[in-house]
């Protein structure tokens, strides 16, 4: 039974025995794991995968569909790889093994749709044309008003739900590349845009760099910036990742900026991982670095700064989800809560479980469907605890599946990015 | 597993709750040890009707049952060897059923989670004390069954003292429900103590019936260095002869701070042989704060370095992190470890653990020495690594002059891990013929097959 393996591990460079050879298999990571606590199951648990993984790697099982798909249900929150006490870092396997898979079979449709569509923004704008058709036309309005939506097939009314109301125009295309600073000009930062942020959620990131620009930054957004790689890396392409990283690194090499800052916690954590992912690339090691060192999150950056004091009152309940990719990935965890609690007005309230992860995971409510579910439950009952009036997460994939739930659950809770709140209480710019 | 059988299996319990891919069996196939066997078939019940089901048919069938909870056992328990095996997970029978706030009592399926359980209760003003440092990662009924400890029990009992009542699936399927909701209970033989620790070798626990008591409202909380590992044993005797309970008193020894504080970077001093954490607790501040300085001051006049006192509940949450992070830490030393788990009398704390280190320094393997040192319930872990060729064969000689260490004072193999398959071996040394053939006959007499998790505990 283990040729297929041999052979396999002939051809591909499999993780280091280190990684996985020292889990001394205490169970600490399987009180943390979403997709443990859901299903139950230690096939579903970081300690499994991990076990799945040696198993594998040592010739005692096949590499089998099976034995992959345990690798896709990890959801990556990275809660296991905070938590084991030995150091082993089972997201980080569970993802060497999907690399693993495409190195050894490469699949064409992963080519195409993350070589191709994915990594061209204009790509993705045009395949999701028919989406801001249905919506601005008011069909959306017209779905919800006669109740059609209840026709729909459970999965889909989720994914339909999981939409926030998308813009006419993706932001790519009127975003200015250079805005100046609406005061003085202390700061030259460059703006990553990122591609679900510019389609879905134009208005947080207009908010960001007008939050920037408010204090004294002159802000640079590049339109000719690639996916970030997050989706690839998620599928295993590592080649496709490395690909586009380099293209990113080059953009901003072009312009002198102090600070690559995104809003998107997702593409933060990919973009700050640039300098690891090219490490062994002798031309362009030192570059990924160099780049990978400036990358920041938005409120992150915005804490390094003397920051101007917001001059509106909000008054409302606020409640935050720390993004997995913003508060593990990157530790960055006080900041947009330090934020949040500089504007007047607002209450801040700790969410129950916050940096639990919402199941969002960039594709999982479309591929484990379930699961994704069950763990967005969890999340929608802890929101019901803190009793808040807006929802903030730094994330747009967190804050689609955030407003998937609160309306499965007719809840009443705006879902935000925590910079649009802040831009509100500064209120429109003077001159 | 044949066919007919998972067919079987999956009209009792549904599609979902059967799994029988290869990949399934390899993760069921160990606990928190290193040892490894496949089952058969793994079914996931919601229900003790369910489970009863299901051991019936394996009665019929006569295949071996091995029950499971989160699989963080330190003794094989739950690693099912024969390969026709059918393991029941009680983790889908995760339903806290009832808090009665009045009689101070909770009714709970087997397989929830210890902390939440605690979580649950806590919410009511009401506390569960067994604190076994798996909380977060082992289940009630892998507790009741293990009969778990943790550093409280000095002061409050381990699990098997909460138990008020349990159901149980015996071995032909039938449902005992045993003890109750009442303190008392002298009516006919006490059952619930004797599936208590019977690490599922007798019947399947289901669900529990569990005591709890008002939440103390005060604690202090302790950590005091010691330059030599001598002076931290005999303080803890010194302590205990004070006429103070302490909550809690643990022991760990300068390798255990050393991995801890490589792992946690918490801070710790690691410039010294020994640490002891110390925790009074009660109703009343000022005796909790009174009974604490009484404590430091003895540590003081036996030879303390130093004292650290936990400002509020944060610093006093990182001591018990790291307290709580010991076992799992030593990983970062030696690829593998054998945690031992013997219990002494208290007086001969300091003579066994001398005994330990001369051990240690035979063999030239090191040992990390820690644990819950009021009870005399000590953890002393070997480091080693299983693919140098003799450094096996060094370890279980090591085991064995251990146990050798701790029968000789009086004390016992086990005190809380179990005996699972990893102590098998030094059990009638422990016990003695007598005990031995008592305990095999009420194993024929409840489990006549034998299909309740086979070749643990005893030798077949
Ligand atoms: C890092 C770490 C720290 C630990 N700290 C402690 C500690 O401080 N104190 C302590 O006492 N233990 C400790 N343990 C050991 C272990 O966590 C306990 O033995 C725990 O009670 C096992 O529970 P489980 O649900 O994981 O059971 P499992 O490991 O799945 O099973 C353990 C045994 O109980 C049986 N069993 C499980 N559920 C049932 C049931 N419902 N009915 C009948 N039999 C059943 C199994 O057959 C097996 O023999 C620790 C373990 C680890 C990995
Ligand atoms: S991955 Fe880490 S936390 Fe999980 S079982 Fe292994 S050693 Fe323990
Ligand atoms: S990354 Fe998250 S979902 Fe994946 S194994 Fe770790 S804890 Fe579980």
Partial sequence: MNTISVDLLAKVEPPEENTYLNCIRCGLCLAVCPTYREDLIETASPRGRVALARKGLEGQLDFSPNLYEQMYKCFGCLACDDICPVGIRPAELALALRVLQEQARPKKWKDILFGKILSQPEMIENTTLPLRIYQSLGLRRLVYSLGLRNLLPGKIRDLEAMLPRIPRRPLRHFLPEITESFGENRHQVGFYLGCAQSLLFSEGSSASVRVLARNDCRVMAPRNVECCGMPALGYGRLDLVRKQARHNIAVYESLEVEAIVTDCATCGSTLKGYGKLLQDDPDWADRAKNFSGRVRDISEFLCELPLKKPGNRLDARVTYHEPCHLGRAQQVKDQPRDLLKLIDGLEFRELPEADWCCGSAGSQLMTHYETSLCVLDRKMNNLKQAGAQIIASGCPGCQMQLNSGIRRNNLNVRVVHPILLLDEAYGTPDE | ?460
């Fill in chain 2, 1 to 460: 597993m044949n066919k007919q059988i998972i067919n079987l299996l999956i009209r009792i319990l549904g599609p979902k709750a059967v799994l029988f891919t290869p990949e399934d069996l390899a993760t069921y196939s160990y606990d928190g040890t290193f040892v490894e066997s496949n089952p058969g078939v793994v079914v996931l019940p919601e229900t003790t009707q369910q489970v009863s089901q299901v051991v019936q048919l394996a009665a019929e069938k006569h295949l071996p049952v091995v029950p499971r909870g989160m699989g963080s056992g330190l003794a094989a328990g739950s690693v099912p060897f024969p390969d026709n095996s059918v393991v029941i997970s009680l983790t889908r029978m995760n339903h806290t059923r009832e808090i009665d706030t009045l009689n101070a009592i909770v009714k709970t399926e087997a397989g929830v989670i210890t902390a939440d359980l605690q979580a649950a209760v806590e919410k009511h003003g009401l506390f569960y004390p067994p604190d076994p440092s798996s909380i977060r990662h082992s289940t009630i009924g892998g507790n009741i069954a293990c009969n778990a400890g943790g550093p409280r029990c000095l002061k409050y009992g381990v699990t098997g003292d909460y138990v008020l009542g349990l159901t149980v699936v015996l071995a032909d399927g039938r449902v005992l429900n045993t003890g109750g909701e009442v303190i008392k209970d002298v009516t006919g033989y006490d059952l619930k103590r004797l599936f208590t620790g019977s690490e599922g070798t007798l019947g399947l626990i289901t669900e529990a019936t569990l005591r709890l008591i008002a939440k103390p409202q005060f604690t202090r909380t302790a950590l005091i260095d010691f330059v030599s590992l001598e002076n931290a044993s005999q303080t803890v005797n010194a302590v205990l002869s004070s006429g103070i309970v302490p909550a809690t008193l643990e022991l760990m020894d300068q390798t255990a701070l050393v991995c801890i504080e490589q792992a946690m970077k918490l801070g710790l001093e690691t410039n010294i042989e020994a640490s002891l954490l110390i925790e009074t607790d009660g109703n009343d501040e000022r005796t909790v704060a009174h009974e604490i300085e009484n404590v430091v001051r003895v540590c003081e006049a036996n030879g303390a370095r130093s004292v650290k006192l936990a400002q509020g509940a944060a610093e006093r949450d990182k001591l018990w992190l790291a307290r709580r992070s010991i076992s799992p830490s030593l990983a970062r030393k030696a690829p593998n470890k054998l945690g031992e788990d013997i219990t002494v009398p208290r007086s001969a704390i300091p003579e066994v653990i001398r005994k330990i280190r001369g051990i240690s320094a035979h063999y030239e393997l090191p040992i990390v020495i820690f644990g819950h040192a009021g009870d005399g319930n000590l953890h002393p872990n070997i480091l080693f690594d299983k693919r140098q060729p003799d450094q096996w064969e060094k370890v279980e000689a090591m085991v064995a002059e251990i146990f050798e260490a701790a029968l000789a004072v009086g004390g016992t193999l086990s005190g809380e891990h179990g005996i699972g398959t990893l102590k098998l071996p030094y059990l009638e040394k422990a016990l003695g013929p007598v005990s031995i053939d008592v305990q095999k006959q009420i194993k024929t007499s409840l489990d006549p097959n034998n299909i309740f998790n086979p070749g643990k505990m005893f030798i077949d």
